[in-house]
């Protein structure tokens, strides 16, 4: 394992908030201008990066594999729900927060984070995995997870399920199995534009951490609790489990640490666009980020080794 790779993708995502806290106090970035980079991200960007990671030319699973794998992704994540339910319970929540909670233990920062971590880890033979696994969180992320992240899941509205990720994400699953040709322009254009989602993400958050004051970030007492269940027991329930049914070490252990990244940073992308809590998310996104520095290295050695 290569710690100096994880290390230093820590450090990038906290340097690009950096940039982002400090555009924020030149009023750079206002919170208008955070809306609208935000709604820039969630429907053009990230689904370039979706659609980029199956026209890269790079795919070597078989159809099999791949499908075998989405099933597991999917099987992971239905765990993860259930263990879920509860937490609003649990750590008493605000009500209007109850489904934010919920969406930053489901899901993690499986892409900028996962791709070289795991790269690291176990090699250029895992990074697919890594797109499979990209490809069932837009799925889930990008319908369930905007009802959680709106606080509306009583009011569930069929619209917001049918956005421009989504309907990428179905592209992509459909690309890969027919084997259509894309025009090199059309997946060069994908992957230039899906590099900024990443940066753009990091920008906007720590643009809306600097208008928290610095005492809210770590006073956010409810935030502790959430990063021990989402960086530990998440990957050991994950691993508990599924070590039953894959035989494949390589699979299992792509799934055990996708599943202990920190909260996803479409947490707070969304809940702009939503309606939800961009602050909590905000905060909980740097929290869990400076946690996993630690927590990553050590599921992969207790667990993985």
């Avoid at 799925?139 to 569930?156: A, R």
């Avoid at 990091?202 to 208008?211: E, F, N, Q």
């Amino acid at each position: 394992m290569n710690m100096s790779v994880i290390l230093s993708q820590m450090a990038i995502l906290f340097i690009i908030m950096a940039l982002g806290f400090a555009a924020n106090k030149f009023n750079i970035l206002t919170p208008d201008s955070n809306k609208m980079l935000s709604k820039v991200v969630i429907n053009i960007a990230m689904p370039c990066t979706i659609l980029s990671s199956v026209l890269s030319g790079e795919v070597t699973a078989s159809g099999t594999d791949a499908a075998y794998f989405m099933l597991l992704s999917l099987a992971a994540y239905a765990l993860v729900f259930i263990v879920s339910a509860p937490l609003p319970w649990l750590l008493r929540t605000h009500k209007t927060d109850n489904g934010l909670y919920r969406f930053m233990l489901v899901f993690g920062n499986v892409g900028f984070m996962g791709f070289p971590i795991i790269q690291s880890i176990f090699g250029m033979g895992a990074v697919f995995y890594v797109t499979l696994f990209n490809i069932a969180f837009s799925l889930l992320c990008f319908s369930v997870g905007i009802v959680m992240v709106s606080g509306k899941g009583d009011k569930i509205n069929l619209k917001v399920l049918i956005n421009p990720t989504m309907i990428v994400s179905v592209v992509t699953i459909l690309l890969f199995y027919t084997k259509l040709h894309v025009p090199s322009v059309i997946a060069d254009t994908a992957v230039l534009v899906g590099r900024m989602t990443t940066p753009s993400a990091m920008l906007v958050i720590g643009s809306t951490l600097a208008v928290i004051p610095f005492k809210e970030v770590f006073g956010e007492v409810r935030l502790y609790p959430l990063s021990v269940m989402k960086l530990l027991v998440v990957p050991l329930l994950t691993w508990l489990v599924l070590r039953f049914f894959i035989t494949d070490q390589l699979m299992l252990g792509v799934l055990v640490t996708l599943s202990g990244m920190p909260a996803a940073t479409n947490a707070a992308m969304l809940s702009m666009e939503y309606g939800g809590n961009e602050k909590l998310a905000s905060k909980a996104i740097f929290i869990t980020t400076l946690f996993s520095v630690a927590t990553i290295p050590l599921i992969v050695f207790l667990l993985l080794s």
